[in-house]
């Protein structure tokens, strides 16, 4: 039976994060998904409202919870760790009950890691990642954040299911430097640097992220980062949809992969 | 940490009452262990250290609002995650934050980032969305720029990543232009 969602794409997706989005309506296709994209929706605000005019925060929230609701009753679900913050906080806000999903959640319901694990046509057998989380999927802790704010194993685990191998990962949960990139990059290149290379120093071949903003910090910033940090090298950056997309055995193009600055090798399967 | 803010916060009183009716956040819980800072991904790139911008909000030192530590913020809540007295202090930068634009005592070392938070409200306002070449466009013309990240572009259009922006959301930006401006302290 096919599980419907309210979509809430956010604004990186239809920009930098285009290939987030592309990938996640990839797979949902072979997963049975149904997408509803949210009539209208707004920005989310992401850090700038809450951080200089909460009355912003708020007002958005509130619209794109009034929209979601059109959908009927089903839970949201977004790709954008900011925006399921966001919404996550309008929601706690309005004292409202409405479900807000991150897909990584989506992805890891018992229900459907039996349904992913039946999709799987490529494992990626022997493929070592990196799998990142950064602040917003698991903070602000809570039982609706995507796992344990300590200690997550929901990315390794979905990643151990599609037949990869998930890396000791001790900066996993450092922030990348997030909204600074604009205004202060040399504060993310020291932080995304940082990350890359200590991934790739244990052997990583990818990195896998389930947020645009620290797609576009490792990915398009990813020559700047590492020199920044005195490193040498590439290693490519995966949506954590791109990996899934990969093992269901789409092709590079449906993922968007071909977006990507750091090019992506067929060493996972593609 | 919910607790009831002091009622009736006026600009007059002092800077941790301020700070407790914005926030939400009671200052005083702090005993300054110093774990928030030793999680914080950018406690070494300003000028102190996240626990002591609190400490300055406990002594009701008004320094705490021309600091730039607020401004580098990323907000991601490693600190409240952490502190063992349940401290926010990703709120208390929030208000921090507001209540300096407020007063404008922002640092000029923070000038860049606090354009970069105007124009992305602005430009939220405007649309209802934000389009992220809009945004740079605004950004670089806000601080006097107009050729900052411009040899991004090139890449950014060739994989399709930069676009024109759609139009906008109506109902948005109706819910903006009658948005509750944050109370005055
Ligand atoms: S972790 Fe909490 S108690 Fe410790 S210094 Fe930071 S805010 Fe204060
Ligand atoms: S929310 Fe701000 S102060 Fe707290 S750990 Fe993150 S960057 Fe540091």
Redesign the pocket.
């Known amino acids: 039976m096919s599980t419907r969602l309210a979509y809430f794409p956010g604004c990186s997706q239809h920009g930098t994060g285009r290939e987030f989005d592309e990938s996640i309506r990839a797979i949902a296709g072979r997963l049975d998904l149904q997408l509803d994209e949210i009539p209208e929706w707004a920005c989310c605000g992401a850090t700038p409202a809450h951080a200089i005019d909460p009355a912003a925060d708020r007002a958005l929230g509130r619209w794109n919870l009034g929209q979601a609701a059109k959908c009927g009753d089903v839970p949201v679900m977004t790709g954008c760790a900011s925006c399921f913050a966001r919404l996550r906080s309008a929601r706690a806000h309005a004292g409202s009950d409405q479900r807000i999903l991150h897909i990584a959640q989506v992805l890891g319901e018992p229900a459907m890691r039996e349904r992913l694990k039946a999709a799987v046509v490529r494992p990626l057998t022997g493929v070592k990642v990196a799998c990142y989380y950064g602040c917003l999927l698991t903070r602000p802790a809570g039982p609706d954040a995507i796992d344990d704010a300590e200690n997550p194993r929901l990315l390794e685990d979905l990643a151990g299911l599609l037949g990869a191998t998930a890396i000791d990962f001790p900066l996993r949960l450092d922030c990348c430097g997030a909204s600074l990139a604009l205004a202060r990059p040399d504060i993310v290149h020291r932080r995304s640097g940082r990350l890359l290379a200590m991934a790739q120093a244990r052997g990583a071949q990818a990195l896998v992220v389930a947020c645009p903003l620290c797609h576009s910090n490792l990915d398009f910033q990813q020559v700047a980062a590492m020199q920044a940090v005195g490193a040498q090298g590439e290693i490519p950056v995966l949506y954590l949809t791109q990996l899934v997309g990969l093992a269901l055995g789409l092709e590079a193009r449906q993922l968007g992969l071909q977006r990507h600055f750091v090019d992506v090798p067929a060493l996972v399967g593609a | 940490m919910s607790h009831t803010p002091p009622a009736g916060a006026t600009a007059a009183s002092p800077l941790h009452e301020r700070i407790a009716a914005a926030s939400g956040e009671n200052p005083a ?9 030793a999680g914080c991904p950018v406690a070494d790139e300003g000028d102190c250290q ?2 002591q911008v ?1 400490r300055l909000v406990q002594l009701d030192d008004e320094a705490a609002l021309h600091a730039l530590q607020p401004w580098l913020c990323v907000s991601c809540n490693t ?1 409240a995650t ?4 349940q ?1 926010d ?1 990703s709120a208390i930068m929030d208000a921090l934050r507001v209540e300096a634009i407020e007063r404008g005592t922002a640092p000029a070392a923070a000038r860049e980032v606090v354009a970069f938070n105007q124009v992305f409200v602005e430009r939220v306002a405007a649309r209802g969305r934000l389009n992220e070449g809009e945004l740079g466009a605004h950004f670089n013309l806000r601080v006097h720029a107009p050729f900052k990240n411009l040899t991004a572009l090139p890449g950014m259009l060739v994989r399709g990543k930069m676009r024109p922006p759609g139009g906008s959301i109506a109902g948005a930006v109706e819910a903006m232009r009658t948005r509750k401006e944050p109370q005055q302290p």
Do not use: N, T
Not at chain 2, 29 to 37: K, L
Not at chain 2, 82 to 85: A, G, I, M, T, Y
């Open positions: 819980r702090c005993y300054q262990c110093g774990r928030c800072s996240p626990h609190l600190c952490r502190c063992p007295q401290v202090l």
